[in-house]
């Protein structure tokens, strides 16, 4: 049922939910000036400056969550549960006090469902989580399953004001699904600037993967426009809600491609009141040194390869030298001594321990001392800590461990590795090939490499921070998020793979991505294989395979790719019979582009113009000459409906109109090129149009 404004009787109704969302958006900026007041007077707060400090950290984050954006539905829906008492007694059964038992504590019930719970001055709820578990029912209720759920309401808005409503009686059996006129608008809505987030039209089989448990590691194979990136970080949300001091202390990490992707969805989490998400794009999480220099392909290949662990770890661990001599040390008093065979098991035992390298070193100091101490005890005397200590820092017993337990600078280990052809021989030794060893090997060594420290002159490579990471990991232990959302994971190499595992040992993970979409030399093939590499080998894969956002055309032209992409993935369907694409054959990039970018201009909505990387500029040259306005992917300042997109850095971005320019270019410029055009093709969310002075390719016509 929609809103007519001929109906009073509705139009007084239209009229009483408006006057709900105004004094729900009064209420939320009394709770938001509260907690201001409690941050202003803070520093009155008897405790110790630690506490005081931590209250304040509390306190703003609690400010940062209660913001309210106007132009954002404060609420989206609504559910009234049933009364069975009543409807059991109106039947002749007054003594059958509830129908339906497991929803019997919200019988006769309203509640506004929205992003944020919002109370009123007696604490009184107007609007309800969406995460709280009685929402669950406003995307899983159903007239086959009502959840106890008499009506359920959908409200229509625009510029956050309420615009009308839809209601479904669904324990009379009426159910409008995708038939929903509001939820398709909000599903086709046209979108210019970053993602939003999609908290009213969550599908039930998405809202499952939303509320699985924080112990559970899912991955999700989501083909185009199937909501898996929302659902990652609608997921990250939920769990934050539900467990929200485990996860403040452990902390919440999300995983993305690249910074315009992160700068995509940045705004997604804080539109739910969730700001305490660390973000950051796979190489920048292993950005252990800067990048001043680019691997050759065959380079890449190899320090990506899982085999490089396995290097790095000999490379670290070829350093402890067995002791062959006994250690003296003098208190002062009396000199004390371990034998060579002593040091040597007191070596041994913490190397079979299977302790972090730094942490070994730190174990082998402290039994020398302790070993030491025990022979001063049996001669009489008493050490306490401080001689402990003292000798454990004392100048013979720290030339004993620089021989056999060297410190290790990471960087500096993997300078040495890349450096040293003879280190590299010995770490790689049946590992690698000659071959492999000569393509990552530098021509010379770095005159200022040492072990113990980081060159400042080194020119590293993306790749070499991802080696550099893995030996960090084995010298100290990295700190484990509760858990982690890793998007575009197909992409992943095995060692970029183990990176994110070490940030989620001890945490669940929810792995994101497209077998179909991957573009890197070393992407997956098999779900299996980087979740073995993720650390999480039994983590459930959930396919999503229809499609909210693309319409059918574009799908169909899409999958006419995927049977030459080597990939085992479910074929992707889509609910959307709108939208529009034509195939154009072009003079000049010149001639033609302006023209297709004027056109989309006269529509609703975000124009994504994506070509080969190598035609960028020619593109931007031509619409600067056209007197088009536009910006760049990577210009996250800027607002400009067209934005010029670099057909590498596409991946998990989306827009209303997409123009594609030269497919057959796309497909030529990488061994993946078929991957990165079924990429490319599927962002557009409404209209796409394909511009090219070459042949397409065979694939896609045939």
Not at 9 to 18: F, P, V, W
Request: aromatic share 4%; hydrophobic share 45%; net charge negative.
């Amino acid at each position: 049922m929609t809103v007519q404004k001929t109906d009073p009787a509705l139009d007084a109704e239209l009229a009483a939910e408006r006057h709900h969302l105004t004094s729900s958006r009064a209420a939320l900026r009394r709770m938001r000036e509260r907690a201001e007041g409690l941050y202003r007077t803070g520093d009155g707060v008897g405790g110790d400056p630690f506490a005081a400090e931590s209250l304040g950290r509390a306190l703003a984050q609690r400010i940062a969550e209660l913001a309210d954006d106007p132009d954002t539905p404060l609420f989206f829906g609504r559910l009234d549960h049933a009364d069975h008492a009543a409807e059991a007694a109106a039947a002749g059964y007054p003594d059958l006090d509830v129908v339906d038992t497991e929803h019997a504590d919200n019988a006769g019930a309203s509640f506004h469902i929205g992003r944020r719970h919002v109370v009123d001055d007696s604490g009184e709820p107007l609007v309800i989580d969406w995460r709280a578990p009685v929402s669950r029912a406003y995307y899983q209720a159903s007239a086959r399953q009502p959840m106890g759920v008499a009506r359920r309401r959908r409200y229509g808005f625009a510029a956050g004001a309420l615009t009308g409503f839809e209601d479904e009686h669904l324990t009379e059996g009426e159910e409008l699904g995708t038939a929903s006129r509001i939820l398709t608008s909000e599903i086709e809505r046209p979108r210019v600037g970053p993602m939003r987030d999609i908290v009213s039209t969550i599908q039930p089989e998405q809202d499952d993967l939303v509320r699985a448990e924080l112990a559970t590691s899912l991955c999700v194979q989501g083909a185009p426009g199937t909501g898996k990136t929302a659902v990652g970080l609608h997921r990250a949300a939920f769990l934050l809600y539900h467990h929200r001091e485990q996860l403040r202390r452990s902390g919440v990490l999300v995983v993305g491609p690249n910074a315009a992707f992160l700068g995509y969805i940045a705004a997604v989490l804080p539109a739910l009141g969730e700001v305490g998400v660390d973000q950051y794009a796979v190489d920048a999480l292993v950005a252990h040194a800067p990048v001043r220099a680019v691997d050759a392909p065959a380079a890449a290949a190899v320090k990506h390869d899982v085999r490089m662990a396995r290097v790095v770890r000999r490379a670290l661990y070829g350093q402890l030298v067995k002791p062959t001599e006994s250690l003296a040390v003098s208190d002062g008093s009396a000199r004390w001594r371990l034998s060579a065979e002593a040091l040597r098991r007191i070596v041994d035992d913490a190397r079979r321990e299977g302790l972090p390298y730094a942490t070994g070193r730190e174990r082998v100091r402290a039994r020398v001392a302790s070993g030491l101490r025990r022979q001063a005890e049996a001669r009489g005397e008493s050490p306490g800590d401080t001689w402990l200590r003292r000798v454990g820092r004392s100048a013979p017993v720290r030339e004993f461990l620089d021989t056999c337990w060297p410190a290790v600078d990471p960087i500096g280990l993997v300078v040495a590795l890349l450096g040293d052809r003879a280190l590299l021989a010995a770490a790689a030794d049946g590992i690698l090939t000659d071959a492999e060893q000569d393509a990552i090997a530098w021509p010379r060594p770095l005159r200022t490499a040492r072990l113990d420290r980081a060159p400042k002159a080194a020119k590293l490579t993306a790749a070499d921070n991802v080696l550099i990471d893995e030996a960090a990991g084995l010298i100290d232990r990295v700190g484990s998020y509760g858990h982690v959302v890793v998007d575009e994971a197909q992409d992943l190499s095995p060692m970029q793979c183990r990176a994110v595992a070490r940030r989620s040992e001890h945490g669940s993970i929810t792995v994101l991505g497209d077998l179909a979409q991957g573009t890197t030399p070393w992407a997956a093939r098999r779900w299996p294989d980087s979740l073995a590499h993720l650390g999480k080998p039994d983590a459930e894969v959930t396919a999503l395979t229809t499609g909210f956002r693309v319409p059918g055309a574009v799908l169909d032209l899409a999958n006419r790719l995927v049977p030459a992409l080597d990939v085992a993935v479910p074929a992707a369907t889509s609910l959307r019979a709108d939208g529009s694409l034509r195939l154009r054959r072009m003079s000049t990039v010149d001639e033609e582009l302006p023209g297709a970018v004027r056109d989309a201009l006269a529509e609703e909505g975000s124009i994504g113009v994506i070509a080969p990387d190598a035609a960028i500029e020619a593109c931007g040259l031509a619409l600067a000459a056209a007197g088009i306005p536009h910006s760049t992917v990577d210009d996250l300042a800027a607002a400009e409906r067209v934005v010029l997109v670099p057909a590498t850095l596409a991946k998990g971005l989306e827009y209303d109109h997409v123009i594609v320019l030269e497919p057959a270019d796309i497909v030529a410029a990488e061994p993946r090129g078929l991957h990165r055009l079924y990429v490319v093709l599927t962002r557009a969310v409404s209209r796409l149009v394909v511009l090219h002075s070459a042949d397409l390719p065979a694939e896609l016509v045939g």
